[in-house]
């Protein structure tokens, strides 16, 4: 049982405290050792007469029970002679409840003076009188609590009560105040509404709610809160019926009116919804909260603006957008801006066409397409783009484009877009507005990054900033460097506007006519998508990976049918200034325009763990069906053993699979033959559909043809090729059921009986943890023996276990150990073996099953562990089959992942990474491939190592030459590679320090 709160030595004043709520207060703070005056006038409900005899009886009450009280009979609006009650009989005063009230109802309309002065005097005044006599006292000797009793009606209001509600109402705010001025000193002020049985309510309510009303649900609350433990100030809090919640003051949000503009009422009509609208609020609790939102206002005046567009709506707003492309859309976008109008051009092919040679790569400037896409479409639909930009297409013209890019695109992607205004320029009558998009894709990258310079007609005025003035990015006064001319096709406005701009100025004639032109123009983003093929071209090799950023001013309209001439000037290695113009018209279209470029291709790291995952069947919604990952190991295996296959084939296969999203290659040409998830781009014919469909294609349900002719199987390369997968019409269903059900033993918790039913490391764990306990306090000491912490790292299927004979009586429990002693490495299978079979370690180790780090003598420690009852295994097997959590395996906690963060950092540190590098990051497990743009599917080198290992790395804290030293890094393929690890050393510092 807990300890009693107690009030020994505690001298406590409560007024009105001959009957109702006063008494129980009284009787209460008296029983737990508090000395007690017992003021009461002995007053009628309305405050009249007076009479000894309550405050008499509830003192004799006291007494009877061996406390100590005295009584008092003063009004409180004397409270210096109630507080000298208390110093005269203790010498002391600690607590104050100031409980005493009268009523005077009446409508306001017919309250009296007297009434209004009376109620006043008695619930204000009076907890003013008694509380400043006391609070010398308190301050003196470093403590205080004091109560005020408000009510329902103060906090609320109520007919009839208008004296009552505001004397009770400041009585909150007289206590609010107190408990700032009294803080320091250890003076707790709070506030209670009570609703009880008393003198007070007992003409108000029923009895039948009065009998549950009782003063005694309420007391203990009171006493609480005077309690010297309790350190609650400022608080008030609705009582009664056992029921007791704190009260606080709520606002809405409200609405800002910008200063330095005059405020109409029309314009506090239209927002006051918003101002009234508490779906989202705040609670200030003292002045200074209070009247933050005012100071703030007052240091953010007015941005300006007018009706088209307004500065203080749009500033600090921002919308996102979602859009997605694939290898389609980024073949029609090039195709729309001129690409590949040769065919024949290797060169361009990549650009338009996902089986080039070289393989596909996107254009620079389509990373501006997307959130310009995604921004046209909401148009379409009537949304506005942000809050405050209230004008229309009609009044807006594209005038600059800036570009960078900040990963390389890949096929395809889900992105992203958070439209943000930058800025706005009054250039009276006209204006500018300049919009940011950050734009990014499913991993949360940012992959590009966008500012539009829109010039809004007659929108300025408003006497903001005209902006920069004077040109950039202009050309020398000298010959360019490279000039290409380009004929525009009459329909090129057709084709790119199938890139998502549907703005009818580009196609519809009338439409084009009512604006001013003879027919429609060109989309200023066309333009802009030539002139930057146009320097890819001429300074890139037409490799578009080099290009980092674009900047553009569009100076003019260009028509179908007109021929760009683009002027090019080399300032430097990675800067190409450059213009373009109409040649029948010799007039500049793009201006002040220049493209950034990479010193050299930049490298990205992919993510490939979903993939990976998705191709095994390892991901955790594991289904009991057959999907491509068990056809594609089964073929595997079929592969590997009929020889014939191959050499009847000699082809390669690339399945590309959808819904979800896998690659897979079928190598019926090289070797033995293999199939294995990844990509190879020496593929002599590819094949696209969904993972459904392939199913029930390589399963016999569906026809190849009736898929192909349905438009449900894409092929591309060597068509007449894909005959040649009959040659595996020979797989057997019973081996596509066996790779299912070694899928899900190996990823699912659902496996079927016959494998749960088989010992698993887990019971070993659980079991020497059964060993562990029982040998807990005997004399042969297993930890004293072994002083060891072993580290455990299971692999077919994958599992981690700690093994600590160090600490305590020792522990068995699943996860990692940064810090173990020695980390033993080797599968299921083994472990089984070594600690049930009784097979060799020694043999294990040297044969390459077992796997040993860190202090490899500290291995042979195990032997403290000595003979494990072989019952307990048995015995940890049938507790995991039963549920029994009692005897599972404790799991360790888990540590948040940091690969993807270490990885994120290293893109940006553009270190140029040689071969195709595969690392393998464990614990918990994902996986990275650098170089994917150039290289082929098999990897130059695979690195394993743990995500806390790559942790350490990356902070500095080991290097790479020490973790392979200590076997926490390893290599497959070619160790020569394996040194480029050594760029992810200090990545996060460095990263830290810009």
């Known amino acids: 049982m807990a300890a009693s709160l107690r009030y020994d030595n505690r001298v406590a004043i409560v007024t009105g405290a001959g009957g109702g709520l006063g008494r129980m207060h009284a009787l209460t703070l ?20 007076k009479s000894s005899n309550a405050a008499d009886t509830v003192v004799a009450e006291i007494i009877a029970q061996g406390g100590e009280a005295v009584a008092n009979y003063d009004s409180v609006e004397y409270g210096a002679l109630i507080v000298k009650t208390a110093i005269d009989t203790w010498g002391r005063v600690d607590i104050v409840v100031n409980n005493a009230g009268i009523l005077r109802d009446a409508a306001f309309h017919k309250m009296s003076q007297h009434d209004w002065d009376l109620v006043t005097l008695v619930h204000l005044k009076g907890a003013h009188s008694v509380t400043h006599a006391a609070w010398p006292y308190m301050r003196e000797q470093g403590y205080g609590r004091i109560i005020m009793t408000t009510s329902a009606a103060g906090i609320y209001g109520n007919f009839g009560q208008a004296n009552y509600s505001a004397a009770k109402l400041g009585m909150v705010g007289l206590a609010n105040s107190l408990a700032e001025e009294g803080r320091t000193k250890n003076i707790r002020v709070n506030t209670i509404a009570p609703v009880a049985a008393s003198r007070m309510t007992e003409n108000i309510l029923p009895p039948h709610l009065l009998a549950e009303l009782k003063p005694e649900y309420i007391s203990p609350l009171v006493a609480w809160l005077c309690h010297e433990d309790c350190e609650e100030t400022k608080g008030l809090f609705e009582v009664g019926a056992g029921y007791m919640a704190k009260l606080r003051w709520q606002r809405s949000l409200g609405h800002a009116f910008k200063l330095g503009q005059p405020i109409s009422i029309e314009e506090v009509a239209k927002k006051f919804d918003k101002i009234s609208d508490f779906s989202k609020s705040e609670h200030p609790h003292d002045v200074n909260t209070a009247i933050a939102a005012m100071l703030s206002n007052i240091t953010s005046p007015s941005l300006g603006g007018n009706e088209f567009i307004d500065l203080d709506v749009a ?39 996902e089986g080039a040679h070289q393989g596909f790569k996107a254009l620079p400037s389509y990373a501006a397409l997307p959130q310009l896409s995604a921004m046209l479409a909401l148009a379409k639909t009537g949304g506005k783009l942000l809050p405050g930009l209230n004008y229309g297409f009609d009044r807006s013209l594209h005038g600059e484009q800036y570009t960078e890019i900040k990963q390389l695109f890949n096929p395809s992607a889900k992105l992203t877009h958070t439209y943000k205004l930058k ?39 408003w006497g903001g900033k005209r902006g920069p003035s004077g040109a950039s990015n202009v050309p020398p006064s000298r010959e360019p460097d490279a000039v290409i001319q380009e004929h525009i096709p009459e329909n090129q406005a057709l084709l790119y506007r199938l890139s998502g701009d549907w703005n009818p100025l580009h196609a519809d004639p009338q439409f084009a006519q009512a604006f001013g032109f003879d027919k429609p123009i060109l989309h200023g983003m066309c333009t802009h998508g030539y002139v930057t093929r146009h320097v890819v071209k ?11 950023s674009i900047k553009v001013r569009f100076a003019d309209s260009v028509f179908p049918g007109e021929t760009l001439v683009t002027r090019m000037w080399q300032e430097n290695d990675t800067r190409i200034v450059f213009e373009s113009s109409v040649l029948e018209r010799d007039k500049v279209v793009i201006q002040n325009a220049a493209i950034e470029l990479y010193d050299e291709i930049p490298q990205r790291l992919f993510d490939v763990s979903d993939e990976k995952s998705s191709a095994n069947g390892t991901s955790e919604d594991i289904v009991d069906e057959i999907i491509s990952a068990d056809i594609f190991n089964a ?8 020889e014939k296959i191959g050499s009847q084939a000699n082809i390669i296969f690339q399945f590309k699979l959808s819904n979800p999203a896998s690659q897979w290659v079928l190598d019926l040409k090289n070797d033995k033959g293999a199939c294995y998830p990844g990509t190879d781009n020496t593929a002599d014919v590819s094949l696209e559909l969904s993972e459904a469909n ?102 077919e299927p994958e599992s981690h276990f700690v093994l600590d004979l160090k600490n305590a009586q020792g522990s068995s429990s699943a996860g990692v150990n940064d810090a173990a002693d020695v980390s033993l490495t080797l599968s299921e299978q083994d472990l089984l073996a070594l600690f049930i079979d009784g097979a060799d370690a020694q043999q294990l180790y040297f044969s390459g099953k077992l796997f040993i780090g860190g202090n490899v003598l500290a291995s042979s420690k195990l ?11 048995g015995q940890a097997k049938a507790d995991r089959l039963a549920g029994n959590s009692e005897t599972a395996v404790p799991q360790a906690p888990s540590r948040e992942p940091i690969a993807k963060q270490v990885f994120t950092a290293f893109t940006k540190t553009h270190h140029k990474v040689e071969g195709l590098v595969h690392i393998n990051v464990t614990d918990p497990v994902s996986h990275w491939q650098l170089n994917k743009a150039d290289a082929s599917a098999d990897a130059d080198v695979v690195i394993n190592l743990k995500d806390s290992d790559l942790e350490k790395l990356a902070r500095g804290q080991v290097s790479a030459a020490s973790l392979f030293q200590k076997g926490k890094l390893s290599v497959q393929g070619d160790i020569s590679l394996a040194q480029q690890m050594s760029f992810f050393e200090n990545v996060l510092i460095n990263k830290l320090a810009k």
């Open 694 to 795: 392939l199913v029930a294609m390589l399963t016999g349900q569906l026809d190849a043809q009736k898929l192909y002719f349905a438009g449900e199987l894409k092929l591309s390369g060597n068509v007449m090729a894909s005959n040649k997968l009959e040659v595996i019409r020979g797989l057997d269903a019973k081996l596509i059921e066996q790779k299912k059900y070694q899928r899900l033993a190996a990823g699912s918790a659902e496996v079927c009986s016959t494998q749960e039913d088989t010992l698993q490391a887990a019971d070993v764990f659980a079991a020497i943890g059964k060993h562990l306990s029982l040998k807990s306090g005997q004399t042969d000491g297993i930890v004293e023996n072994a002083q060891t912490v072993f580290q455990f790292n299971i692999t």
């Open 538 to 548: 001429a300074f890139c090799d037409n490799d578009p990976r080099l290009v980092k």
């Open 863 to 873: 032997q403290a562990l000595g003979d494990i009852n072989p019952e307990l295994y």
């Open 30 to 49: 008296a029983k737990a050792g508090a000395k007690v005056v017992i003021n009461d006038l002995g007053s009628r409900q309305d405050g009249a007469g």
């Open 315 to 353: 500033t600090g707003s921002e919308t996102t957008l979602e859009s997605s492309y694939d290898e389609r859309d980024l073949s029609i976008y090039a195709l729309g801006v001129g690409a590949a109008n040769d065919p024949l051009d290797a060169s361009e092919l990549p650009l338009v066409y």
């Open 635 to 642: 073929i595997d295996d079929l592969v590997k053993t009929d």
């Open 423 to 461: 800025t706005a320029f009054d250039k009276n009558p006209h204006a500018v507005v300049v919009i940011s998009v950050v734009s990014k894709d499913e991993s949360g990258e940012e992959i590009a990054y966008n500012e539009m310079s829109v010039f809004v007609r007659d929108a300025g005025g």
